[in-house]
Antibody
Framework: EVQLVESGGGLVQPGRSLRLSCAAS????????MHWVRQAPGKGLEWVSG????????GYADSVKGRFTISRDNAKNSLYLQMNSLRAEDTALYYC???????????WGQGTLVTVSS | EIVMTQSPATLSVSPGERATLSCRAS??????LAWYQQKPGQAPRLLIY???TRATGIPARFSGSGSGTEFTLTISSLQSEDFAVYYC??????????FGQGTKLEIK
């Protein structure tokens, strides 16, 4: 059974940093690209960032480019999102999502909530 | 960036009836289009990929069609568990991947 478990969310002040983690199990992690998708309270889905199986291809939404860094550790079956210079508009539930062979998302975690507020 | 526009924003349908949801892309995404269902307090669930292929375990009452810029998700006979928010996503041109703003399917 595929499982994706996010952690690392919390309340943080504007301008500070936070690192999210996603622990994956139930599939061969290093065969698949992985992504972060967020959802602000009461809003729709927003793709944030994605990374290919070997970290050779990485992409970011314009809204986070230059502030967020995605990475993965295939030895630990883990995905990360380093979030710097956080803003109030980054407040959201952050989902870790497994990409299928193409870049749609066939499995999702339950999310970790990030709240940016003073 | 490709913009995905879903319509209507809210759709009211009676159980047992058919629901038709639309998704339009600002430029062609070929058949690289997925649909997701999200219920309150839950993560999204993949319904359709490749514009028309049902994901594993998705009932046959869900069907997708379209290519290029116009796509449709049809639910042939609504069950109570189908009332939720539905999102389309293009993955033809990455990065970025983009979602539509969602259609809320509510009970009439």
């Amino acid at each position: 059974e595929v499982q994706l478990v996010e952690s690392g969310g919390g309340l943080v002040q504007p301008g500070r940093s936070l690192r999210l983690s996603c622990a994956a199990s139930g599939f061969t992690f290093d065969d698949y690209a992985m992504h972060w998708v967020r959802q602000a309270p009461g809003k729709g889905l927003e793709w944030v960032s994605g990374i290919s199986w070997n970290s050779g291809s990485i992409g970011y939404a314009d809204s986070v480019k230059g502030r967020f860094t995605i990475s993965r550790d295939n030895a630990k079956n883990s995905l990360y999102l380093q979030m710097n210079s956080l803003r109030a508009e980054d407040t959201a539930l952050y989902y870790c999502a497994k990409a299928a062979m193409a870049y749609y998302f066939d499995y999702w975690g339950q999310g970790t909530l990030v709240t940016v507020s003073s | 960036e490709i913009v995905m526009t879903q319509s209507p924003a809210t759709l009211s349908v009676s159980p047992g009836e058919r629901a038709t949801l639309s998704c339009r892309a600002s430029q062609s995404v070929s058949s690289n289009l997925a649909w997701y269902q999200q219920k309150p307090g839950q993560a999204p669930r993949l319904l359709i990929y490749g514009a028309s292929t049902r994901a594993t375990g998705i009932p046959a009452r869900f069907s997708g069609s379209g290519s290029g810029t116009e796509f449709t998700l049809t639910i042939s006979s609504l069950q109570s568990e189908d009332f939720a928010v539905y999102y389309c996503q293009q993955y033809n041109n990455w990065p970025p991947s983009t979602f539509g703003q969602g259609t809320k399917l509510e009970i009439k």
